[in-house]
Structure formats: C-alpha cells, structure tokens
C-alpha cells in the first residue's frame, strides 16, 4: 500500500507541475499537438490486452503453490504474446504517423511533421516498454511490488524532466518525442535487470511455451481484451475525438482530462494490488467471504473517488485558475465538472471488475463494457458532430452509467457463486454509505448561491473541507480503520 501511495503522490507531483509549465511555454495549437501526440502513443499500451494482468494472476496462483515450473510456464507464454502484440505496436504508431493530416485536418499544416516523428518515436518506444513490462507483472504477481512501483515512479518522473529540459531549451516536438522515447526505453531495460538479479527463478524461455498454457492464456486473455478495447472507446479516444472534430479546444480539453485521469491513476494504485491478492485469495476462501472483501474494497474505493472528485465539481474553476491560468480555466471548467461526474460514476464498479478478473469471471461480465463502449463511442461521435468537444463528454457520461446499470443488473447477478453478496448490501454498504461525504455539498448549496465570494478558494472553502473530511472520518470508516490509519499515519512520520 505505501509503494502504491509513492506513485500516486508521484504521478499527482507530475500532473500539477508539467501542465502549468507547458501551457505557460507553448502555445495553444502547439500543447494541444503535444497532448494528440501522447495520446497517439498510448494507443500502443492498449495493445496490452490483458497479458500484464493473466501473467500477474497465473504467476500468483502457482507461487501460491509453491510450483516455479508452471509460474515459468506462464510468463514465457506472456512473454511471447505480448512480443508480437509489441510488433503490432509497431505497425500501429507507422500507420497512425501516416494518417496525422487526416486524422487531425484542422490543425496547423506547420505542426505535421513534428506531431508525425514524435508520433512514431513515442510509440515505437513503449511498444518496446509493453514486450518488457511482462517483467514488472511477474514481480506484482510475487506480490513483490516494490521494484514495479519503484521503475514506474523513476519513469514518470523522468519523463516529466525529459519534456521540461526540451521545453526550457525552446526544443521542437520532434526533440520532445526523442526525449520521451530515450526515457521509455532506458526504464523499460531496467525491468529486464531487476528481474535477472532478484527473480530469476521465474523463468522467462519460448522452449517452456506449450499449447494447453498458451490456450489457456488465450482464452484469459480474449475476455481481458474485449475489456481493453472497451476502455479504449471510454477513455483513449476522447481526446483524439475532440481533436478530430474541434482541434481548436483539443488543449483546453485535455487539461479538464488531465485531473480526471489522476483519479483513474488513483484507483489503478489502490486496486493493483487487489489483482493477485484476490486471485490467491480466491484459492483460499468462500465466495461469502470473497463478497465481504468486494463490499469493502468498494466501500474505500466509493470514498475517495468522491473525496478526490468532489473539489473538483465544486472548486474546480479557482483550482485551475491557481494551476494553469485564467484562460484556460475559463475553457476547461465546464468539460471538467462533466468529466469528474463520469468517472466518479464509472468507477463505482471498479472493484467488482477487478474482482471477477482475478478469479476468473470475465465472461460473466463482458456485457457491461462492451455495451459501455458502443453507447460512449456512439454518442461521442454523434454529439461531437452536433455540439463539439462538450458533446464527447457529454458521450462519456451517458456511457458510465450504461456500466455501472449493467454490473448491478447483469453482470453481479452472474457471478454470484464466486462473489457472494446481496447486491442491496452492496449498494448500501459500499455505495451510500461513502456517499455520505456529499452531505457538506448540500449544506452549503445556499451558501453558494446566495454568496459571490464562497466559490472562491477562502474561508467557506475550508470550512466545506473539513466538513468533508470529518463525515468521511467517523461516518464512512469504522473505529478499527480509522485505528489502522492513525498507526500508519504514525509510522510514515516516524519515517
């Protein structure tokens, strides 16, 4: 838990510094160019399809049974799978360099060669990344997170010193793309090295791969990937949508995604661990007590995705005043308060996914995903058409409650021999139970409206906070976690 909290301050360090630097030294259409040039890249990591996480599952299960062989057995096949979707990788960042001038016709001709080699250097390089991250996920399914976490965290901050030393040095996109690519790579042959010197004993050889272990991954994997593109429709085209439709509030519109991606990176910390402890878990307890852990993990998942979204909702405006400037502030407010309710709402079920990925229900619950994706990428589409970039957020909204309606209806109702708990319980323990950190927002609904000045970042501010804070404190944790927090709290401090 503490390596997970390293690299969310990490990550939340990066996101508040890079952003504000970089709009205050690039213009507009140049920021918005760099951020399609990410997003571009990133379409490589999709191509992960799940094998990260079924090597991280089988490794836990037969280190679990003491069985290195098997656990070797299985990581060579995740080695060998995701070597070839890295050669997929390849060929999807050369044709998406190609295709910039079509993909985004609106922007500045002047930008197209840049956006094209920074296209092709970042995501050549994390098709590299992707083949070696199947080390880091032998590592999370040794339970041994440290090193993953410690390689994530030198990249993320690596990164954002590579992209500000180009910046500060007046360097091209192209320079930015070469700084990003040497960045990835080096971090990506440091997994190779940590996995030679402290694991080696799970074994990585194209000889161990057989036909039942690669079916088997196969048939994990298929459900994992039908998720995956999922996720690629809710969350890894908006951007690229809004730039294909309305170039001009691309850069405006991915500051508003920038906090509502911190909350994902949230959630991804805290939940990572819960991959491979609950795939060995599952070995080892019944589906009743399986159940109580879900109500729980959903219960701490429910209050921080509101206890982070909230003062973004509601103090949104000043926060990205103070962070970016008043100009994009004043464009970005609206997508984020749009935004944070959606993934606030998306996320309510992320636990549960998590869950039945670990044990082995994916089938069970494709429907809520897939139907996910076609009614966000749908009405993206058909609202961008009509209405621009509000209208992809608007798509993404009606799209997360499509999923959460679907998990509580279907999909829970399928899975409950592995999962056993009445979906009631669920809702009031692991929902409404946390939602009572929204009470202080009703309270103060007066305040806001017939106050100019309680908008502001001042003394009503405050006041909500700690209203907040104390709800979530004595109303959503019980007395042994809030007993378990303070000896953790006391603990770091001694540190």
């Known amino acids: 838990m503490a390596f997970s909290l390293a690299r969310v301050i990490a990550n939340g360090l990066i996101a508040l510094v890079l952003p504000a630097y970089l709009t205050h030294h690039m213009s507009v259409d140049t920021y918005g160019a760099w951020v399609l040039i990410l997003q571009l890249g990133a379409f490589v990591s ?43 990788g390849v060929l999807l960042t050369l044709g998406l360099a190609w295709q910039v001038p079509r993909l985004f016709h609106t922007m500045p001709t002047a930008l197209y060669g840049d956006v094209r080699i920074s296209v092709m250097l970042v ?54 793309g070469i700084a990003v690519a040497v960045v990835n790579v080096a971090t990506s042959l440091l997994q190779v090295v940590a996995w030679k010197k402290l694991i080696a004993q799970v074994r990585l050889s194209l000889s161990m791969v057989n036909a039942p272990v690669l079916r088997q991954m196969g048939r994990y994997c298929f459900l994992l990937a039908v998720w995956t593109v999922g996720m690629v429709c809710v969350s890894g085209l908006d951007v690229t949508l809004v730039g294909h439709y309305a170039y001009r509030e691309t850069a405006y519109y991915s500051i508003a995604v920038l906090p509502t991606n911190f909350m994902l990176v949230i959630m991804a910390a805290m939940l990572g661990p819960v991959m491979p402890a609950s795939s060995a878990l599952s ?11 879900l109500a729980r993990a959903t219960r701490y998942s429910t209050m921080f995705l509101l206890l982070t979204g909230l003062p973004l909702i509601v103090y949104g405006l000043p926060i990205l005043q103070m962070w970016v400037g008043p100009v994009y502030a004043a464009n970005s407010f609206r997508y984020l308060q749009i935004l944070v309710l959606a993934n606030i709402v998306r996320n309510l079920c992320a636990p549960y996914a998590t869950m039945v990925a670990a044990t082995g229900k994916l089938r069970e619950a494709t429907a809520s995903p897939v139907l996910e994706a076609v009614v966000n990428l749908t009405c993206s589409i058909l609202l961008a058409r009509r209405f621009g970039a509000i209208g992809v957020a608007f798509g993404t909204m009606i799209g997360s409650f499509v999923s959460v309606a679907l998990h509580f209806l279907v999909s829970m ?45 001042g003394p009503w501010a405050i006041v909500w906070g700690a209203g907040t804070l104390l709800v979530a404190w004595f109303g959503v944790l019980d007395q042994d976690e809030r007993g378990g927090l303070l000896r953790m709290a006391r603990g770091v401090a001694r540190v």
């Not at 037969?62 to 995740?78: I, L, P, Q």
């Not at 070995?283 to 852990?293: A, H, I, K, Y």
Request: charged fraction near 15%; charge should be positive; proline fraction near 5%.
């Open 123 to 176: 995501g050549i390089s994390l098709s590299f990344a992707l083949v070696c991250s199947v080390f880091s996920a032998i590592f999370m399914g040794l339970q041994r997170y440290a090193v993953p976490m410690g390689i994530a965290i030198l990249n993320r901050f690596s990164f954002a010193g590579a992209v500000l030393a180009a910046v500060f040095l007046h360097g091209s996109l192209a320079a930015m």
């Open 283 to 293: 070995t080892q307890r019944s589906p009743v007590e399986m159940g109580r852990l």
């Open 413 to 457: 109702k399928l899975t409950r021999n592995t999962l056993t708990i009445p979906r009631t319980k669920l809702v009031l323990a692991g929902l409404l139970r946390p939602a009572m950190v929204v009470l202080p927002c009703l309270l103060f609904v007066p305040v806001w409206r017939y106050s100019p000045k309680a908008e502001s970042l």
């Open 46 to 88: 999709f191509l992960d399809l799940g094998i990260q996480t079924a090597v991280s599952k089988f490794v836990a299960e037969h280190d679990a049974k003491g069985d290195e062989a098997e656990a070797s057995r299985y990581a060579s096949a995740g080695f060998a799978i995701m070597t070839l979707t890295g050669s997929l």
